[in-house]
């Protein structure tokens, strides 16, 4: 076929794009790959189980389908005797889970499960978890637990819950995690039944049993079987998840954009070095559709090798991703890899479709060649700017400009989207606009240098008044590697300097008492801080309408409630709602609202005052004993101890900290992860533009050789020319580099108006200087390295 055999003969001049395609596709695969690894997998604890039955679902205040409204008591009697009665089904467990850490020399034992390992006796039958020793607890003070926690049984061991520390006996242990406690016990501790597990005899067909436990149940919740028993996830492997889609989506995102951005400015760059080419099969009858038409294919074929090449690496590369991603916590533990068709697929589609819209429009401009270019044997000057072009470049900045505005009036979240999706705008138009002023700068830059007198200077100026386009082909690389390293660390620098300045300022004055090694406060914590703000978070439902008269759980709005003991709000009967939270609801001052609780009570509440919307006081107040009433297993935030009162870290798993202490490691959770993402994305960028740099510069030096015969001719040595190379190649690093922060200063600028806004502190922009430095040299040292080696050794062949 013509096309295959256009890529072999031309395979040097198409390797830029191929290995820009393979990059990216190696890095959608591996991001893809792993977003499809991180899907949510059957708890280990449930793998004994035929299927589960779960109460209703509610939704979210936007409408999204959320939590599961958990059954009372009373509720779960008919789930949970119903399935027991049908055939093939041994037992039906109904499945509680809540606080419970053990407290060992003093300390709690380290346990990101600690949340939720609490459960009554029946829930070992669920994995199945067999008995290492020991027996069943019968009493209120017994306790089974794991036996790897190294407890014998007919030991004493205190186990911290939500009401404090309480002693029990160990009367046995299991070959699995979690603390198990005689079942009248654990409805003490969780009321709300959130799952009834169902364990079929051995040989019973499950899909009959599924069946007959949903003509049971029927409209008071859904029985799930299979993988469909994924569903229930402990809180911190969910926490584990959404980190890392984020931060798998922000890579991915990033990806993709700088694939489309670098293969789009490598094919206009090689196209262009084609002119005379493709004048010649114009000359020879070739029609502007067919020229199209050969450039598209050709990308087609090198999109595909590279999509296949980068597909397979991806994969290879992505053990090593999960492990980085596992060190910062952000994916869910013992994950294990995955690789099904969909991933690769998709990134071969991308990474063909990217080179075709490129090759597009590229081809457009060289259908447009006319066969006399075929005569003409130097390369044709293209300092003109088309219409598209300009009309592209400055609509590309009108709209990086607005979003750049838009960063400093947006919310946390919003902010730093608007400012990044504000640096992607800017970059695109400075790239469509560099050739508008490529000559001027060229001008400006070497005008010191020509007094000399050398040829150098003169010889780089003309050079890029002459070829503004293959000037701005060069310089794009380099704004996107310099502007994304600006955009990402500076981001990282000013929330860094604005986040702890501003909370210290709210803070000052008062003593926080936090959780240390625990998920959250205890009633016993609380007791020892009387005085101070301590919120008791829970999730409850509000019915409302035809719901609330029929005493019904459909429609149900779930929403984060906190029971406050500020004599403001800790007011008996009564609810205090924040403004957007009162609108979505529908409510308003004096109404009455019906409260579903996590033990399935259902409390009316009047709405007692309707405020701003503010975090700190939350959108859905209560009073305190309101919460521990209906969610025994709730613990306490964090304990704010204003100035004056005297706060303890008496019990275990509590600190203090004052103002700053405690800004500054708030901060510093989040912190660790966002300067991790922000390193490896600088890293991603900046590398994937570092090889899209090298391509191009050695694509230009090559494209140059007939210069060099010239300047040869004339005198030009093979010591000289390289040089010229190596200075012109600086120039275009230095512009490009200029315009990669000119286009961030707008977006970090609104950012840090925006968070000097929210933080209340007169914020100012951050730059972090080594990250900008080191991106800058990268470019520096790769492309004045490209350069001057083919120029170097297109010369010596020539003298050769």
């Not at 409408?63 to 119903?82: I, T």
């Amino acid at each position: 076929m013509p096309i295959l055999a256009n890529v072999r003969e031309r395979w040097s001049g198409f390797l830029g794009t191929f290995l820009a395609v393979l990059v990216g596709a190696a890095l959608i695969t591996t991001t893809l790959v792993l977003y499809d690894s991180a899907r949510p997998e059957v708890r280990p604890r449930y793998a004994g189980t035929a299927a589960l039955a779960l109460p209703r679902q509610a939704v979210d205040t936007d409408g999204s389908p959320k939590d599961r409204m958990p059954w009372s008591e009373a509720e779960a009697q008919p789930p949970a005797a119903g399935p027991a009665e049908i055939p093939g089904v041994a037992h039906a467990i109904v499945d509680r889970s809540f606080y419970a850490q053990a407290i060992k020399d003093g300390e709690p034992v380290t346990d990101e499960a600690a949340l939720e390992a609490g459960h009554g006796w029946g829930s070992v039958r669920m994995a199945p978890y067999r008995p290492a020793s020991g027996r069943a607890p019968d009493t209120a003070n017994e306790v089974v637990v794991d036996r790897a926690l190294g407890v014998p049984a007919g030991s004493d061991l205190t186990v911290n819950l939500s009401e404090g520390r309480k002693r029990f006996t160990v009367v046995g242990t299991v070959d699995g995690p979690g603390y198990y406690f005689s079942e009248t016990f654990a409805a003490r501790q969780q009321p709300g039944v959130q799952a009834i597990a169902l364990v079929a005899e051995e040989g019973a067909d499950t899909g009959e049993i599924v069946t007959a436990a949903k003509k049971v149940l029927g409209d008071e919740g859904d029985v799930l079987s299979g993988d469909g028993r994924a569903e229930p996830q402990p809180e911190y492997v969910q926490h584990r998840r959404f980190l890392g889609t984020q931060l798998i989506g922000a890579m991915a995102g990033l990806g993709l954009f700088t694939t489309v951005f670098v293969v789009a400015s490598t094919l206009v760059l090689t196209t262009g070095t084609r002119r005379r080419e493709i004048g010649l099969l114009r000359t020879l009858g070739a029609t502007p559709h067919q020229v199209k038409r050969m450039i598209i294919g050709e990308a087609a074929v090198v999109g595909l090798l590279g999509s296949t090449a980068g597909c397979a690496a991806g994969v290879a590369a992505t053990p090593l991703l999960r492990s980085v991603l596992d060190g910062l916590d952000v994916i869910p533990p013992d994950m294990d890899v995955t690789v099904r068709a969909w991933p690769l697929l998709t990134a071969s589609l991308i990474g063909v479709g990217v080179s075709v819209i490129g090759a597009w429009a590229a081809g457009r401009k060289a259908a447009r060649v006319a066969p006399v270019e075929a005569l003409v044997a130097g390369r044709p000057a293209g300092q003109g700017m088309g219409y598209g072009r300009w009309v592209a470049g400055l609509g590309g900045l009108a709209v990086g400009v607005l979003l750049a505005v838009g960063a400093a009036a947006s919310t946390a979240d919003g902010r730093v989207n608007m400012a990044i999706f504000a640096t992607m705008a800017l970059i695109v138009a400075a790239a469509l606009l560099t050739p508008a002023f490529i000559g001027p700068v060229g001008r400006l830059l070497t005008a010191p240098f020509r007094r000399g007198g050398g040829a150098g200077p003169v010889l780089v100026r003309a050079e890029l008044v002459a070829n503004p386009r293959r000037a701005a082909s060069l310089v794009a690389p380099v704004i996107a590697a310099v502007g994304f390293a600006v955009l990402l660390s500076g981001m990282v620098e000013t929330m860094r300097a604005a986040y702890p300045a501003g909370e210290a300022l709210k803070l000052a004055g008062q003593t926080i008492v936090t959780p240390h090694g625990t998920p959250g406060n205890t009633e016993e914590v609380v007791a020892a801080n009387p005085v101070g703000k301590a919120a008791l978070p829970t999730r409850a439902f509000v019915l409302k309408g035809a719901s609330e008269r029929a005493g019904s759980t459909a429609g149900a709005t779930v929403l984060d409630v906190l029971g406050s003991r500020d004599p403001r709000w800790n007011k008996p009967g009564e609810a205090v709602l924040g403004e957007r939270t009162a609108g979505k609801l529908g409510l308003e001052n004096g109404q009455k609202v019906s409260v579903r609780f996590a033990d399935g009570a259902v409390v009316t509440l009047r709405v007692g005052a309707v405020l701003a919307d503010d975090p700190a006081r939350g959108d859905f107040v209560v009073a305190r004993g309101l919460v521990r009433t209906h969610d025994p297993a709730a613990l306490t935030d964090d304990i704010f101890v204003p100035h004056g009162a005297k706060a303890t870290d008496s019990v275990p798993g509590t600190a203090l900290h004052d103002a700053a202490e405690y800004a500054l490691a708030d901060y510093d959770t989040d912190a660790r992860l966002t300067d991790s993402l922000a390193s490896m994305l600088i890293v991603l960028a900046v590398g994937y533009s570092v090889i899209a740099v090298a391509n191009s510069m050695a694509i230009a030096a090559h494209d140059r050789r007939r210069d060099y015969e010239v300047l040869k001719s004339v005198g030009g040595t093979a010591r000289r020319l390289p040089l010229i190379s190596a200075g012109e190649t600086a120039l275009l690093v230095a512009v490009g580099a200029a315009l990669g922060v000119l286009v961030t200063l707008a977006p970090l600028t609104g950012m840090a108006a925006g968070l000097s806004e929210a933080t209340s502190s007169d914020m100012s922009l951050h730059l972090n200087t080594g990250a900008i430095a080191t991106a800058v040299a990268a470019t520096l040292l790769t492309a004045v390295a490209a350069g001057v080696a083919v120029t170097a050794k297109t010369v010596r062949r020539k003298a050769a």
